[in-house]
């Protein structure tokens, strides 16, 4: 079976821009978080999704935002890019209700130049 | 609030050595408590969880036992290989607290020959 999977790879940005991350849940899983981990540290709590509402967020300004789509499918979305941002994002994806089993994906590596 | 205190790495081992990572944890509930391995450019893997006090959660040789008197999950391995090389993450989440795990930063492991 296929794991979550996560898209792009890698990818640069400049300071000011907008980016749209992606992520795709194990096959059954309704429930999608999204961590930010910079380099160095331990990740951070940004979002958690599912039936297509939030419900969670850490403590992350408003220029990141996420949603969830029919299929269970989600994007993180962050505007005005800053320096700061640079960071590897990871999606975990769960059944819902089994939060104790939480599955990553491989993560998006965002450099902010 | 909620935290996760680990050891600081790197932590050099050489092969066959015994291993223990410290881990400690800051809670205002009652939390379930994680290890997550990170081989270099992938995601996060579950490794072992234990859900309440006195449980030891082992995997792959490895293995941690949630002490709540001490509020501690320490890691140990008894012989580590050279393919155990990661960084190593504690983690928490509380039981009615959604999908927001709280990690600790992490500890690099290096086994060496």
């Known amino acids: 079976d296929a794991g979550v999977t996560q898209s792009p790879t890698h990818l640069i940005k400049t300071r000011g821009q907008h980016v749209t991350l992606r992520c795709s849940p194990i096959?059954?899983?309704?429930?999608v978080s999204w961590y930010q981990q910079v380099l160095g540290q331990g990740p951070q709590f940004i979002f958690q999704y599912y039936e297509k509402e939030e419900r969670g967020r850490g403590n992350f300004p408003d220029r990141f935002s996420a949603r969830q789509f029919p299929n269970y499918s989600s994007e993180l979305n962050v505007n005005a890019l800053l320096l700061g941002d640079s960071a590897l994002y990871l999606c975990?994806?769960?059944?819902?209700?089994?939060?104790?089993?939480?599955?990553f994906g491989p993560g998006t590596r965002l450099t902010v130049l | 609030g909620n935290s996760v205190t680990q050891m600081e790495g790197p932590v050099t081992l050489s092969e066959e050595a015994f291993l223990t990572i410290n881990c400690t944890y800051t809670a205002t509930g009652y939390p379930s408590l994680f290890w997550y391995v990170q081989y270099p450019g992938e995601g996060l893997q579950l490794l072992l969880k234990a859900t309440k006090a006195d449980d030891k959660g082992s995997n792959k040789g490895f293995e941690a036992t949630y002490r709540k008197e001490t509020t501690s999950f320490h890691l140990e391995k008894g012989s580590v290989q050279v393919s155990d090389s990661a960084v190593y993450f504690c983690a928490l989440i509380l039981t009615g607290g959604g999908n927001k795990l709280t990690f600790g930063t992490g500890t690099q492991l290096k086994v060496e020959l």
């Open positions: 975990a994806s769960s059944l819902v209700g089994r939060d104790h089993e939480q599955f």
């Open positions: 096959s059954g899983h309704k429930s």
